[in-house]
């Protein structure tokens, strides 16, 4: 299999983190923060290591402010729901996943909030600008994606995160797509809430994500439950982070996260400057295919390995199940819970076609991409 879907998940992983993740756990296998004994004090001093290894590589300060959660979206509902209350405003974008549209939807429903959507351009960004004309009194949140899991556009957040510490409101990012990709710095852009997950472009497994806090931001719980401190309490602790990490956590995950980040960590900047230059060589091929639509790839600046077109005459999933069955090529097509995206680029009807390259990509399966669409769009 050619796989070009690394903006749903990365693949493959590298074989000899997950090892290093299983034998750490094997070794340890107690629950952190629940026992005095050697083995749980051990683990939990290992999860507070990670903890300190995720800050430094998001360039925050305080490492008792990343909480752990199964992904991003988890993430995102933590933090929106934990931050909004009745009355309240909320600025995002039309470039979201639905894991930021349906929490606003549903809290819209509710009566609980309103919110503005901010356009893109036909480059595919947001002009901060339009950020700050959306912004009302009663704005208590911006939340907006850091490179859009559609068009690869990677936001201009300093821009942006200067228009609303201007107008006194929190800027949350969601780095879903852009975190192991790009460098991030949550203190120097001014960012006050950063969203991840691991199974993407920080190479680790499926189920551990997280946030990074400001010392500003201060979201309630919205679960409840155990955290091994506290417990005479009938109420949830307003630790951190305990705060937003109700039950055991997930320790074979944040084991696997911990050994992905060191491997990107060492190589992210090489491997970007790689795979971009993949992606120039996959839009040339592409776009002089006729019949072949290209979407926001004119300018490469400011842009994740992430191309998405269309067909003329065949819908996406058509030509995601040709590459798939005729050519061994996984690519996602459809709307890749992005709707919003979609409708604005008159794709909602039949979706798009998305090749996202990872660091384990070649040239080799660049040209087999290409060659593969001349004969669908031939």
């Not at 800050?55 to 490492?63: K, L, S, T, V, Y």
């Not at 979609?342 to 076609?353: I, K």
Request: charged share 20%; hydrophobic share 40%; proline share 6%.
């Amino acid at each position: 299999m050619i796989y070009l879907d690394n903006a749903a998940t990365s693949f493959p992983k590298p074989a000899e983190c997950l090892q290093r993740a299983l034998d750490r756990y094997l070794q340890i296998g107690a629950s952190p923060g629940r026992g005095g004994y050697d083995r749980a004090v051990e683990a939990e001093s290992t999860v507070s290591a990670v903890r300190k290894k995720l800050c430094r590589f998001f360039g925050a300060d305080e490492a008792h402010r990343v909480c752990f959660t199964y992904n991003a979206t988890d993430a995102l509902n933590l933090l929106i729901q934990g931050l909004v209350q009745p009355g309240d405003h909320v600025v995002s974008s039309r470039l979201e996943h639905n894991s930021v549209l349906r929490p606003l939807h549903h809290l819209q429903k509710q009566g609980r909030i309103s919110f503005d959507l901010v356009p893109f351009d036909s480059d595919g960004f947001i002009d901060p600008a339009q950020v700050g004309a959306a912004i009302k009194p009663t704005t208590r949140l911006v939340v907006l994606t850091h490179a859009s899991n559609v068009l690869g556009t990677v936001q201009p957040v300093q821009e942006i995160a200067a228009v609303c510490r201007a107008r006194g409101v929190p800027l949350v990012l969601d780095a879903s797509q852009s975190a192991g990709v790009v460098p991030i710095r949550v203190n120097e852009w001014g960012v006050q809430g950063l969203v991840f997950t691991g199974h993407k472009s920080l190479l680790g497994p499926t189920g551990i994500g997280g946030l990074v806090l400001a010392p500003e931001l201060d979201p309630e719980p919205s679960r409840f439950g155990g955290t091994g401190v506290d417990s005479r309490s009938p109420y949830h602790t307003m630790e951190y982070p305990y705060r937003l990490e109700a039950g055991t956590i997930n320790l074979l995950g944040i084991l696997g996260l911990e050994a992905s980040l060191d491997y990107v960590d060492q190589s992210y900047a090489a491997s970007y400057a790689r795979e971009m230059s993949l992606l120039r060589k996959l839009r040339d091929g592409l776009g002089a295919l006729p019949r072949l639509r290209l979407y926001c790839v004119n300018l490469l600046d400011h842009h994740l390995p992430v191309l998405t077109c269309t067909v003329e005459h065949h819908t996406s999933e058509d030509v995601g199940a040709i590459l798939d069955g005729d050519f061994g090529i996984a690519v996602r097509a459809g709307l890749h819970c992005a709707p919003l995206v979609h409708q604005d680029l008159g794709t909602l009807e039949n979706g798009a076609v998305r090749f996202s390259l990872g660091p384990f990509t070649t040239e080799a399966e660049i040209d087999a991409a290409v060659n593969a669409m001349a004969a669908i769009a031939g």
